[in-house]
């Protein structure tokens, strides 16, 4: 069942009719709840948590099937866009990279970062969050992690932006703009590691770990290494960007809820993790039944040869997985899949959890008390990434830094 173009998440239907909704859960809940899958513009769309957990570990399917090309760049994004024993070859490489002993290490850092970031606005009163805060606190760290320049951080975020969230009302016109971006990406890596592998001082950043790596006996070539470099540049500076925005919106709307956490921060890892469940973030990703028929029972078979959207975040509120999924309940224990599951489980999660519970933690710590500024509205997009792209709040002001 060859598709003839090709579907795209950011102009599907599905996706467009949740686009700007401020809580589109209700609608990914009805869905898990009343429709186990369904076939649109002749991709099946999957909504409830057992079937997706079947295909992300099913053998025969795939994650891209070789397609790759998907975000502006031709060749294909290393892990996401490879699969079989060659995704497993470069799991191990990068996962060692990003385990959680190696990110544990940075919890000083980025906690410094946080708290410098808030002193900046604590005493206005007000704050855009967003770009104030959830921008710049992943993307620094980020950035500092990777060796890349901190100061080329607005070149960075227009290509991410560029390739996330592409300009274009058709797919022609928003696969010419990413390319456009993407282009521009490449080119400033390419100069970038001729630079980093004249260097002579030793550095332990990941871009001078996989600039002395070796993949069965072979050091890496520039093109993989940009294909590395590429996919991070937007799975790490977009997706902590959105979680933390939409987590801090949360707690603007459940003052009650907040003050939970403030009197006892214990409780702050298990409520980043439900508030992440009931967000979801990342919305949904694309796999393919490329090698034979996936039967996942009680009738639903995937046919060879079809493309299959299952959507995380509907599988987060599918109240055959969970108990009353629409209540954010942080006792709860949730084996959610904000990070997919199977082959190509999040090779960042460690990190993005790391960011953060601190993020919550210090702004905690510093403004208790915040809630929507009057007379404003958030902004939500839910195209690709979930994210609060205009966050503002007010608080009482205070000077002086430091909780
Ligand atoms: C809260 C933040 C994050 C969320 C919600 C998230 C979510 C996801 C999801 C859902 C996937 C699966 C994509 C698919 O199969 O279509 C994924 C894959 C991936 N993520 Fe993340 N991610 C986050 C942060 C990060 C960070 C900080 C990095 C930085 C290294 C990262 C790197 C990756 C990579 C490299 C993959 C591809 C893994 C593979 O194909 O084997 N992510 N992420």
């Given at each position: 069942?060859e598709?003839?173009?090709?579907?795209?998440?950011?102009i599907?239907?599905?996706?467009?009719?949740?686009?700007?909704m401020?809580?589109p859960?209700?609608?990914?809940?009805?869905k898990?709840?009343?429709?186990?899958?369904?076939?649109?513009?002749?991709?099946?769309?999957?909504y409830r948590?057992a079937?997706?957990?079947?295909?992300?570990r099913?053998?025969?399917?795939?994650?891209?099937?070789?397609?790759?090309?998907?975000f502006?760049?031709?060749?294909a994004?290393?892990p996401l866009?490879i699969?079989?024993?060659?995704?497993?070859?470069?799991?191990?490489?990068?996962?060692?990279?990003?385990?959680?002993?190696?990110?544990?290490?940075?919890?000083?850092?980025?906690?410094t970062l946080?708290a410098e970031?808030?002193?900046k606005f604590?005493?206005?009163g007000r704050?855009d969050?967003?770009k104030?805060?959830c921008?710049?606190l992943?993307c620094?760290?980020?950035?500092r992690?990777?060796?890349?320049p901190?100061?080329?951080l607005?070149?960075?975020?227009?290509?991410?932006?560029g390739?996330?969230?592409?300009?274009g009302?058709?797919?022609?016109?928003?696969?010419a703009?990413?390319?456009?971006?993407?282009?521009?990406?490449?080119?400033?890596?390419?100069?970038?590691?001729?630079?980093?592998?004249?260097?002579t001082e030793?550095?332990?950043d990941?871009?001078?770990?996989?600039?002395h790596?070796e993949v069965?006996g072979e050091?890496l070539?520039?093109l993989?290494?940009?294909?590395i470099?590429?996919l991070f540049?937007f799975?790490?500076?977009?997706?902590v960007?959105s979680s933390?925005?939409?987590?801090?919106a949360?707690?603007?709307q459940?003052?009650?809820?907040?003050r939970?956490?403030?009197e006892d921060?214990?409780?702050i890892?298990a409520?980043?993790e439900?508030?992440?469940r009931f967000?979801?973030?990342?919305?949904?990703?694309?796999?393919y039944?490329d090698?034979?028929d996936?039967?996942?029972?009680?009738?639903?078979?995937i046919?060879k040869g079809?493309?299959?959207?299952?959507?995380?975040?509907a599988a987060?509120v599918?109240?055959n997985?969970f108990d009353d999924?629409?209540?954010v309940?942080?006792?709860?224990?949730a084996n959610?899949?904000v990070?997919?599951?199977g082959l190509h489980?999040?090779l960042?999660?460690?990190?993005?959890?790391?960011?953060?519970?601190?993020?919550v933690?210090e702004?905690?710590?510093r403004?208790?008390?915040?809630?929507i500024?009057?007379?404003?509205?958030l902004?939500?997009?839910n195209i690709?990434v979930?994210n609060?792209?205009?966050?503002p709040?007010a608080?009482?002001?205070h000077n002086?830094a430091?909780?």
């Amino acid at each position: 069942m060859e598709q003839l173009t090709r579907f795209d998440p950011r102009i599907a239907p599905f996706s467009q009719s949740v686009k700007a909704m401020a809580n589109p859960q209700a609608v990914y809940y009805d869905k898990a709840k009343n429709v186990r899958a369904e076939r649109i513009e002749g991709v099946v769309h999957l909504y409830r948590m057992a079937d997706i957990v079947a295909i992300n570990r099913h053998p025969a399917v795939t994650g891209t099937g070789g397609r790759g090309g998907s975000f502006g760049n031709d060749g294909a994004l290393i892990p996401l866009e490879i699969d079989g024993s060659e995704h497993k070859k470069w799991r191990r490489l990068l996962d060692p990279m990003f385990a959680p002993k190696q990110i544990a290490r940075l919890e000083d850092s980025v906690r410094t970062l946080a708290a410098e970031l808030i002193d900046k606005f604590a005493a206005t009163g007000r704050a855009d969050l967003a770009k104030q805060f959830c921008l710049p606190l992943p993307c620094l760290t980020f950035l500092r992690l990777l060796g890349a320049p901190v100061k080329d951080l607005d070149f960075f975020l227009e290509f991410k932006d560029g390739v996330i969230h592409p300009q274009g009302e058709t797919l022609e016109e928003m696969n010419a703009n990413m390319a456009v971006a993407g282009g521009k990406l490449l080119e400033y890596f390419a100069n970038f590691l001729a630079t980093r592998r004249a260097e002579t001082e030793p550095a332990d950043d990941i871009i001078a770990q996989l600039l002395h790596s070796e993949v069965e006996g072979e050091p890496l070539t520039d093109l993989e290494l940009l294909n590395i470099l590429f996919l991070f540049m937007f799975a790490g500076l977009d997706t902590v960007t959105s979680s933390m925005s939409c987590t801090f919106a949360w707690l603007a709307q459940h003052p009650e809820e907040r003050r939970r956490l403030v009197e006892d921060k214990s409780l702050i890892p298990a409520a980043v993790e439900e508030i992440m469940r009931f967000e979801s973030p990342v919305p949904g990703g694309m796999r393919y039944a490329d090698q034979e028929d996936i039967d996942l029972g009680d009738g639903l078979v995937i046919n060879k040869g079809e493309a299959m959207y299952p959507l995380w975040a509907a599988a987060n509120v599918d109240p055959n997985a969970f108990d009353d999924p629409m209540t954010v309940n942080f006792g709860r224990r949730a084996n959610h899949i904000v990070f997919a599951s199977g082959l190509h489980r999040c090779l960042g999660s460690h990190l993005a959890r790391l960011e953060m519970r601190l993020a919550v933690e210090e702004l905690l710590a510093r403004i208790p008390e915040y809630s929507i500024a009057d007379g404003e509205e958030l902004v939500y997009d839910n195209i690709s990434v979930r994210n609060v792209t205009y966050l503002p709040i007010a608080f009482e002001p205070h000077n002086g830094a430091s909780a």
